[in-house]
């Protein structure tokens, strides 16, 4: 420290009546505080001035000015201390600018997000052990007003925040999350709490097409919870969608050279420890490019590693959609999950979220499991469950590769193209889940070209298939399509040979069984509440040679 001073004290012994100008400047502002018996934060270079006045027992600083640097830090400050040996009755009007907002943290001591450039300004008040920041604004695309009654402990906040930006996904490095690109934003809210417990209140936002409005609650406790509640008259996901459409044709390339559907690679499940949270989610439109659905709503909690969806309900041109989660902490973790949707309009839903154009179909889908596992490939080795899915008149391409990636192409080879085979008058299939072993229950189609009936079993764990389909022409003209085919190979490259030997075990005769009742080929579904009418009508199924009683 270095401290020149100009002026007059009236009592010297007694140290009183001091009337003198200061000017001091060091290396570290800390050593101020060990000589004033005061805790100061460590700093690069400072500088200081003023008019000290007083005595031994109150001695006052006025007038003051003072700079100080940590880093890229730099701040200013300029008004009076009152006790400056006890470091009270401090009145400052503080400006301070930077490039990394975690820099602040490391000064008082509590952790702060990292950012770029930013700036604050405020008048602080208070003492060593209250100082507080009654008025501040700040800026990076961030706007704060109001304050803080104790600025080291980050007790008492309370500001008004408004943050605005042309990309939402630059908020990422703030809050510790690599953020999709989602275009420009525009929120507002009421920040109040403390470091412990941190509210975001009457919170609003604008981000590209979508609004939110509701609440936000952080609490610091021995695990950390989030609690937020949101309602929302649109969610538009075509902005994602899009983004997502461009990080995977980066990844083309690297596609190609995959050899496995299922990774081993470890999910994420450690995250669950982490963290508590409670979501509850109120939507009544998703735009997702031109598909338009309407949210019921989400519940989502984790508590003690515990994760669930609760209810997740949609609803697309009249048709429900609904489905559920539910991650079991464990070693290895345990997976469930239920979805049901019934008179589903899938080719209208490709077409509007510009998947294809080419497909019509009502569909109903209906899927439930439970797993254990720490990797999609395990999770897939270890599942027992059930899908199924029904599909009416309509037109549906490449059916065939929710068997194995690209097997609608291979077997083209075999039995030819034909229009007509894509021209589906009834569809089912419904595979039997255990131990990882996905057998068909039920494979067949009902084309104007012909009927295909298929059966056989997929390891998921390994990804190999065995699979037999047999086509039944109705044409004896198209004799290409009478050959019967095996498949082999695995999921990511299936092999196709012709099968002239091998015979349907179960086929179209175990259909018979699953068509009766009044919720038809859905029966196996019914606890999901599946009691709708299934799109394949009796008259069609009857062509498939099944066993339906007469109405």
Known sequence: MSVALSGEVKDLIAFSGVDLQLKGSGKNLAEIGSIIGAKLPATDEIAVEGRLMGSAKTLSLQAAQGQARQGSLNLTVNGQIKNLLVFSGVDLNVNGSSTNLAEVGAIIGQKLPATDEFAVQGRLTGSTKILSLPEARGSLNLTLSGGIDELPALNGINFKVKAFGKELAEIGPLVGVELPELGPFDMSGKLSGSAKII????????????????????????????????????????????????????????????????????????????????????????????????????????????????????????????????????????????????????????????????????????????????????LMANLDGAIGAVMGEGYLTKYLDMISAGLSQKVIHFWGSHKKADQIKCAIVQFDIKKGIAAS???????????????????????????????????????????????????????????????????????????????????????????????????????????????
Not at 315 to 320: G, I, N, V, W
Not at 354 to 376: C, E, L, N, T, W
């Open 441 to 551: 229950q039920a494979f067949v189609f009902d084309t104007r070209a012909g009927i295909l009936i298929g059966e056989g079993d997929i390891k998921l764990g390994t990804e190999q298939i065995n699979f037999l389909l047999v086509p039944k022409p109705k044409n004896p003209g198209l004799l290409s399509l009478s050959t019967k085919l095996r498949v082999s190979g695995t999921l990511m490259d299936p092999k196709v040979r012709p099968d002239t030997v091998s015979l349907l075990t179960k086929g179209a005769k175990f259909l018979s069984t699953l068509a009766v009742g009044p919720v038809g080929l859905l029966a196996p579904f019914v606890h999901l509440g599946a009691h709708k009418k299934h799109p394949c009508d009796v008259q069609s199924i009857g062509q498939l040679g099944l066993n339906i009683p007469a109405k």
């Open 199 to 378: 509210l975001l209140n009457e919170f609003s936002a604008m981000v590209d097409k979508s609004d939110f409005n509701g609440l936000a609650k952080v609490e610091v406790l021995k695990r950390p919870k989030i609690t937020v509640r949101l309602e929302s008259s649109v969610i538009d996901f075509t902005t994602l969608m899009k983004s997502l459409e461009k990080d995977e044709q980066k990844s083309t390339n690297k596609d190609k050279q995959k050899r496995r559907l299922f990774s081993d690679d470890p999910l994420p499940f450690d995250v669950l420890k982490k963290v508590d949270v409670d979501i509850l989610l109120k939507a009544r439109n998703i735009h997702a490019k031109d598909a338009r659905l309407e949210l019921g709503h989400m519940t989502l909690k984790l508590e003690d590693s515990d994760f669930s969806i609760d209810r997740l309900e949609a609803t697309y041109r009249k048709t429900k959609i609904s489905g559920n989660l539910h991650i079991d902490p464990g070693s290895p973790p345990r997976v469930a999950t239920n979805f049901l949707v019934q008179n589903f309009n899938l080719g209208d839903f490709l077409k509007e979220t510009g998947k294809s154009d080419q497909v019509r179909a009502i569909v109903d889908i209906a899927a439930h499991g439970k797993s254990r596992g720490d990797s999609v490939n395990s």
